[in-house]
């Protein structure tokens, strides 16, 4: 079975603090991805790697990096949080070629005060 | 960029009847997932079909690629079927052809 893991179900941090968060996938996929879900706007993709330290800005980059150093591992930071950020953050993988489907991690609920 | 539908966006069911959720989409694609988010965010895969019908126990699936829409069935419903039922697309070319882009779900109540 596909596993992806995400370091926290919930977060709480404070305006103008740094946040990472974290994603782990254990088969090997070629790409991960950032989506964020709000009520009423649905799932919108923040960011996407298809490769180690490869990128790409999904529709909502704006006030978030990513980092991809190990092909298992893809981390979103938000390098100043701000309360428009509170949010449930879901990391996804899949592989690369015909059969692309992806799998979701549980979620991490992140509060900004 | 593609758009998708999802109709409808409520409903509520007694349990034991039967449902069809529908899935628009506005271009060519390939990849169509249907996804089950539980009442704690987890999206639980439970099909991923860009085209034809697959069936898994009580849920079956078909997707006619050439005329853009996707069916969820669900038969017998039961109340732990409750939950927000998302389609989610791939786009079959060009930029982003590794992304899903997501309907706003159908939200189903299964009542005892």
């Known amino acids: 079975d596909v596993k992806v893991t995400q370091s926290s179900r919930y977060l709480v941090k404070r305006t103008g603090e740094k946040v990472f968060l974290e994603c782990v996938q254990d088969?090997?996929?070629?790409?991960m991805f950032w989506y964020r879900q709000d009520p009423g706007l649905g799932l919108r993709l923040i960011y996407f790697s298809y490769d180690v330290k490869m990128k790409e800005k999904g529709d909502i980059p704006e006030g978030y990096s990513v980092s991809r150093e190990k092909k298992e591992r893809f981390s979103l930071i938000l390098e100043s949080a701000s309360t428009n950020q509170t949010s449930m953050y879901l990391c996804a993988s899949s592989r690369t070629g015909s059969y692309n489907e992806q799998f979701f991690g549980p979620g991490t609920r992140l509060t900004v005060l | 960029g593609i758009q998708v539908e999802q109709s409808p966006p409520d409903l509520i069911l007694q349990e034991g009847a039967n449902s069809t959720l529908r899935c628009n989409f506005s271009d060519s694609v390939n990849n169509l997932q249907w996804f089950h988010q539980n009442p704690w965010g987890q999206l639980i895969n439970l099909f991923y079909i860009p085209s034809g019908t697959k069936q898994n126990g009580r849920l079956s699936a078909t997707t006619v690629a050439t005329e853009r829409y996707s069916l969820l069935y669900i038969s017998s419903s039961q109340t732990t079927d409750s939950g927000v039922y998302f389609c989610?697309?791939?786009?079959?070319?060009?930029?982003?052809?590794?992304?899903?882009?997501f309907g706003k779900g159908t939200k189903l109540s299964v009542i005892p």
């Open positions: 989610a697309v791939g786009p079959a070319s060009g930029a982003g052809s590794y992304q899903l882009t």
């Open positions: 088969m090997d996929h070629e790409n």
